[in-house]
């Protein structure tokens, strides 16, 4: 499969690779993961695919038609996806939702690396050891959902979920409780959770371009040394993080998610270590530019 030197050269042995949602042409993937190829020297290419939601299954159908070897798929079909593919994996079942498909010889494989890719992302650019640390999870939208069942791996002493509706919060909490304490609370119990907290994670929408001058919490609530952490990426630095910093508190945003979530697809489709810090220079630069 590989051939070092050869950059993105496209050739009858070129291996396909893509991405599955609908809006489509705003997403960083292709650029990342053709510099991945490109840096590894596999000769793979990727594109981009405006799908929609009817025409999903037929698109199951065309990867196995066709042999396309690997997929991200990004909303809105992380969940419609499953019910077209032929086994899925245990994680993302228990999460709900699939962001990864391999190709095995036809047999379409599904799995979930967002929530790994994040904790990956957390692990090396914040917080190496997250045993016994106290988490606050601000949301409980599909990123929560993953990002909490890898979480609760790693053996936190609590994870605690607030939630605009609290309903959803208890509904996520109670699905994934298990191996560690997970618990929801009310909008009004965010500011004592987060005083006592290690790690104050933003998984909602708020902040995010172009509406950058919200941010979800008063940063007075955390505690100077906590780790600040958001899933956003445009911009590169919220408002909350950027609160966050002023307060004390060690930051991490929403850029490194992204790239090991990637980084994560491009190891299962290839047997690989994936080339993150070049991924990250290329969707940096694009960010930037
Ligand atoms: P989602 O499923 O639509 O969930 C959105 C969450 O945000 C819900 O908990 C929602 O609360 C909350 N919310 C939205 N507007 C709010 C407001 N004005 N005040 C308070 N809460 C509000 O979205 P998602 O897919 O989880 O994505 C959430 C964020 O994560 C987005 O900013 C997205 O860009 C980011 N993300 C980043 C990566 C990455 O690779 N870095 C990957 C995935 C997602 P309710 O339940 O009350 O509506």
Request: charged content about 20%; proline content about 4%; aromatic content about 6%.
């Amino acid at each position: 499969m590989t051939n070092a030197g050869a950059g993105n050269r496209i050739d009858s042995n070129t291996l396909l690779f893509g991405v599955i949602g609908n809006p489509i042409r705003h997403s960083k993937s292709p650029i990342m993961m053709n510099r991945a190829f490109r840096e590894t020297g596999i000769n793979g290419v990727y594109a981009a695919f405006h799908v929609t939601s009817d025409r999903v299954g037929d698109f199951a159908a065309g990867v196995r038609a066709m042999g396309i070897r690997g997929v991200n798929v990004t909303i809105p079909h992380k969940l419609d996806i499953m019910s077209a593919l032929d086994e899925i994996d245990p994680s993302a079942q228990a999460i709900g939702a699939v962001n990864t498909i391999v190709n095995d010889d036809g047999r379409l494989i599904g799995y979930n690396t967002d929530g790994i890719g994040y904790v990956r992302s957390l692990k090396e650019e914040a917080e190496r050891e997250l045993a016994g640390k106290r988490i606050v999870v601000i949301g409980a939208g599909g990123a929560a959902r993953g990002i909490i069942f890898a979480l609760a791996n790693e053996m936190p002493d609590r994870i605690t979920i607030a939630n605009r509706s609290v309903e959803r919060a208890k509904a996520l909490a109670d699905s994934l409780h298990g191996k560690v304490e997970i618990r929801a609370i009310s909008m009004e119990g965010l500011q004592s959770a987060c005083t006592e907290a290690d790690i104050v994670i933003n998984t909602t929408s708020v902040g995010m371009f172009p509406n950058t001058d919200e941010t979800p919490i008063d940063a007075s609530w955390l505690r100077p040394g906590a780790v600040a952490s958001d899933l956003i990426y445009n911009p590169l630095k919220t408002r909350f993080l950027h609160e966050a910093e002023q307060r004390g508190c060690r930051i991490h945003g929403g850029l490194g998610m992204f790239i090991y979530q990637g980084a994560y697809a491009f190891e299962y489709w290839t047997g690989q270590p994936a080339p993150a810090a070049a991924m990250r220079e290329t969707v940096l630069a694009s960010l930037q530019g």
